[in-house]
């Protein structure tokens, strides 16, 4: 005698129902455009005119359909949230619209400066009136780069370290370390150059060079890493902090395999605000890193050229061909500051996270 089995269902995706539907986005579609044709109207029948009335007037217009709509469907509740969701959606456009601006401006203004040999020549033999396919800012790119190495690789470890002091082991010394990282994030970065300046160059080296300007950004660079660094270490619960000492493991061994892993990704981001920090800053470097126009690979011997400092130069000399190489540079430092971000992210996240 056979049994029957009883068939097997299949699987139920799990709904959301958080999730639109079809029709309130068409809904939602029609109140946009409504509100669009309000608004034009609106401006053109009264003594309001330019971008910033059409988008006031279609701010309100469509708060007022919203509330209507959800107000008429769902009750007052929903109309509230609605007013809320609109503030807190025009909150991100303000602020994405400055950034966005930025990016269109620096990108049709440096342009004309992109071109192929500005990555592989120098300015050796080039001046400020040369064409702009002469020269390039290789020098500039791998200056910057060694410096703000060097200080990152001084500025790390003391950062980090400063950190787990100030959150884990909480010594005698926290409330002066704490008042000193603190005093050194307001100190204005041209203190630093003076103070690599008088300290180093002066006395010591008698010559400006790479490493003194990576010097001069890690005294910069240290408070963010430190400061960012503490904060993200406070976040991470307690209760993992006492088991790994439930566990037979020492304070140290926790904070190092428990404590610190845990906050790689907000750790990694110290590092990226430190660098973000440290990228574009020009008072220093033009103390102690000498801003030469020749590719120089060495950051003890000779000065060496940076982003900072090629910009302000090509803006110095005011000819048509070196403000078109500034805008280049200016383009092409925030492009490598967004490609660094996102591999940072990508460095960061979870791997085992499906």
Known sequence: MSINKPEAKPAVKPGKPWASTPRERALDLGAILLAAVGSFALVALSELKGKLAYAGVFFVLIIVINFI??????????????????????????????????LYAVFERGKTGLKPNLF????????????????????????????????????????????IYLTEIKGFFTRPIKFLVQAMSGVPSIVAGLFILSAIVFPITKTPSGLMGGL??????IPTVARTSEEVLLLIPADLREAGIALGGTQWRTISQIVVPA????????????VARVAGETAPLVLVSGGGDVLNLNPTS???????????????FG????????????????????ILFFAARLLGGDRNKK
Do not use: C
């Open 69 to 102: 709509h959800n107000y008429l469907s769902r009750g007052i509740a929903s109309a509230k949230d609605s007013v809320a969701s609109s503030f807190a959606v025009a909150g991100v456009l303000v602020t994405l619209l400055p950034i966005t601006s930025i």
């Open 120 to 163: 592989t020549t120098d300015m050796k033999l080039n001046g400020p009136n040369d064409p702009i396919d002469q020269g390039g800012l290789l020098h500039a790119l791998t200056g910057s780069g060694i410096m703000v190495g060097i200080a990152l690789i001084i500025s790390l470890p003391i950062g980090i370290l400063t950190a």
């Open 216 to 221: 001069a950004l890690a005294i910069l660079m």
């Open 263 to 274: 906050a790689k990704s907000g750790l990694i981001t110290a590092i990226i605000l430190g």
């Open 302 to 316: 000779g000065p060496m050229g940076s982003f900072p400092f090629y910009i302000w130069k090509a803006f110095t």
């Open 319 to 338: 000819t048509t061909e070196s403000i078109a190489r500034a805008w280049a540079g200016i383009f092409v430092l925030l492009v490598l500051i967004f």
